[in-house]
């Protein structure tokens, strides 16, 4: 059986079973909202999991705050027993978008069931149906699990992945599907037919399954104007590393204290401080007009932490670039992560011999350097080296 043909068996039994408790087993409308809510969390769980194990590179912008420290990040952690490895580079992305799209589709439940349970009659969990409704997810879970082991794992479609694209096949069923349900508790609020939210819901739930299922078509089908969805992205693969370095190979590390100036400054460029100066400003206007000193520390309060935050964000973005790092001088330069283990880049030396060294704050503090150019299609950033290692290699010796 082929992979669509699965997926395709996936959908319409996923998709049956709500229909047919609705229509033989008594379930009322708010049972059928518990069962599409539940798969939508089900949905983003495996998404996860998939996420978890994709091999392929992240795709945001490097020059993001903490989470761009990560984008070109090599590395990994093996699995015990299931030979499976977890991509460092991975983590980040998953603590920061599973908690925001898994409070999205808690809120969006929660409108769907207060609006349908209210205005509907039935209850979701009467006891004559509550075991046919149980049955009735553990069929989706079940057959969630079996798509996720059979085409994503065992046939080896997590190393074509990136993070991002595993999440993705559950973010849009979480933003769509989970719409759909906030709008049929809306409805259901405001009097509309059961009849028709239900026709409504189940259409909307299966097209878009079904779209899912043949996204490369519609993407091939209107390909100049990029209709993707976010469905299209095909990152390219972690390319391998020479570590062989000929010639005797000197090792220069970033100075620790000018990362660490460097990482606060960065985060205090950012755009939260214009928020932090915003919210201090306003408070303290408001406060003075109004003679309301409370308004005005309150004020001053919130700005300050977000300072303070977000100069702790920049300290951390500079640590995990800079402070493990190791730079390894041959005939070639090699970046190595020293905590990781794990060579992040390879350059020729005479790039870094032909680029112009300048100077950030931090290098003028503690009397370092700073090398930048770019490589391979991405930024490489060896900061704060020592006076003299940079007038070694500027002179090509």
């Known amino acids: 059986m082929t992979d669509r043909r699965l997926s395709l068996l996936t959908v319409l039994v996923t998709n049956a079973i709500p229909l047919v408790g609705v229509g033989f087993l008594g379930w009322s409308i708010a049972a059928l909202v518990v069962v599409y809510w539940v798969e939508l969390g089900v949905g983003l769980g495996f998404a996860a999991l998939r996420a978890t194990f994709a091999q392929r590179p992240p795709e945001h912008d490097a020059d993001l705050l903490l989470l761009g420290a990560f984008r070109h990040k090599r590395g990994r952690v093996s699995i015990p027993w299931i030979e499976l490895d977890v991509q460092v580079a991975n983590i980040p ?135 993707d969805f976010g469905w299209a992205s095909d990152p390219d693969d972690w390319s391998s590393i020479d570590t062989e370095l000929q010639d005797t190979v000197d090792i220069v590390r970033p100075r620790g204290a000018a990362v660490l100036v460097d990482g606060v400054i960065r985060g205090l460029r950012t755009e939260a401080v214009g928020l932090a100066a915003f919210i201090g400003g306003l408070s303290l206007l ?56 794990t060579p992040q880049w390879r350059l020729p030396r005479w790039k870094l011999e032909r680029c112009d060294p300048h100077r950030t704050f931090a290098d003028r503090v503690f009397g370092t350097w700073t090398l930048t150019l770019d490589h391979d299609g991405r930024t490489v950033r060896i900061p704060h080296v020592s006076d003299a290692f940079v007038a070694e290699l500027c002179t090509g010796d």
């Not at 408001?286 to 920049?314: A, D, I, K, Q």
């Open 286 to 341: 408001f406060g003075t007009l109004g003679s309301n000193p409370e308004l005005v520390l309150f004020g001053g309060g919130v700005g300050l932490v977000l300072l303070v935050f977000v100069g702790l964000c920049g300290v951390v973005d500079g640590l995990v670039r800079y402070s493990t790092m190791e730079y390894r001088f041959g005939r070639d330069v090699v970046g190595h992560d020293r905590l990781l283990g």
């Open 93 to 227: 992305i998953l603590l920061v978008l599973f908690p925001v799209f898994g409070t999205i589709w808690f809120v969006t439940g929660g409108i769907a069931l207060g609006g349908t349970n209210v205005a509907i009659a039935g209850d979701p969990f009467e006891t004559e149906t509550m075991s046919t409704v149980a049955l009735g997810i553990m069929g989706i879970v079940v057959g969630r699990g079996v798509k996720t082991v059979s085409e994503y794992f065992l046939d080896g479609q997590y190393e074509s992945v990136s993070v991002q694209g595993a999440l993705k096949t559950a973010i849009w069923p979480v933003m769509v599907v989970g719409l759909a349900l906030a709008v049929s508790g809306a409805a259901a609020t405001s009097g509309a037919p059961a009849t028709v939210i239900l026709v409504a819901l189940v259409a909307t739930k299966s097209l878009f399954d079904l779209a899912d299922i043949y996204r490369d078509r519609l993407v091939a089908f209107d390909e100049r104007s990029a209709l």
